[in-house]
């Protein structure tokens, strides 16, 4: 049996997440994995970290509930995480959450435990730092904040937020919302009332699978902290330059999402 308020969140939304059935398509809100149903070669996962307010004025961030989604937008994980300090403020208006909803809830260590578990994806924890390995892509929205409440620690080079990517931050390089990026980049509106971890895993993953899918030059550009042409050049010879040749002169700083399995990518329709 599916949790009321799982369903009702997905039946919401279903006309623009172009769901299959309900029974096919989500899996019991018990925040157990399912092997069988976890794509056994999907590269990335999705993450989101639903919140409420600890400390004497509720400001202090506790994650309460959390969601995986497979490349495919299938929930292979979701359940609601016991906070580890006393909640004061449980942000109803945004999260939907009660004492009630929490009162048998997963302890944070095997919340953790199952995360990395599937992330790591029999991986052993020596060879994370290597791009060959089985561990996951983890995909998300200002991850460092969720991980953080999480106390997971993940490689930063396996790591996709969209709150860093370069192209998808402002002129000025500060993060666009996730609702912003989901408007503009997919055409429709997420976090009108509550917030849907599913939601919201999905959009990043929409965002995720529309960035890589870009097809641009290879060689050249997308190498983590490579170097700028324009520091071999002179003064004098950037001066007489035009538009053109000092764009081709240029190269990014960042790794592109390109440059990630085009095998995992697969077809990209929204």
């Not at 009321?4 to 919401?12: A, D, H, Q, T």
Request: glycine share 6%.
């Amino acid at each position: 049996m599916i949790a009321p308020v799982l369903l009702s969140s997905i039946e919401k939304y279903a006309p623009y997440l172009r769901l299959l059935p309900l029974e096919q398509k989500i899996l019991p809100f018990a925040g157990s994995v399912d092997e069988k149903h976890t794509t056994k070669d999907a590269k990335a996962i999705a993450f989101n970290c639903v919140m409420v307010g600890g400390g004497t004025d509720g400001s202090l961030d506790l994650c309460a509930r959390v969601c995986l989604v497979d490349e495919d937008e299938d929930i292979i994980f979701h359940t609601y995480v016991q906070p580890q300090s006393t909640v004061t403020d449980y942000r109803y208006e945004i999260t939907g959450l009660t004492e009630e909803h929490l009162r048998n809830s997963k302890s944070h260590k095997e919340v953790q435990d199952k995360i990395l578990e599937i992330l790591y994806n029999g991986e052993s924890a020596r060879r994370l730092m290597s791009d060959s390995g089985k561990a996951r892509l983890l995909v998300g929205h200002d991850l460092k904040h969720g991980l953080d409440c999480l106390r997971i620690n993940y490689p930063g080079h396996l790591l996709r937020d969209t709150a860093k990517y370069r192209p998808l931050l402002k002129t000025n390089l500060v993060s666009h919302s996730l609702k912003y990026l989901t408007k503009t980049y997919l055409g429709y509106n997420i976090q009108t009332g509550e917030h849907d971890p599913y939601v919201d895993c999905v959009s990043v993953m929409r965002l995720y699978k529309r960035m890589r899918a870009q097809d641009h030059q290879v060689n050249g550009i997308g190498t983590p902290n490579s170097d700028s042409g324009f520091e071999s050049q002179k003064a004098e010879e950037l001066e007489n330059m035009t538009p053109d040749e000092l764009y081709q002169l240029s190269k990014s700083n960042y790794k592109c999402w390109c440059l990630d399995s085009k095998k995992a990518a697969g077809p990209v329709d929204f």
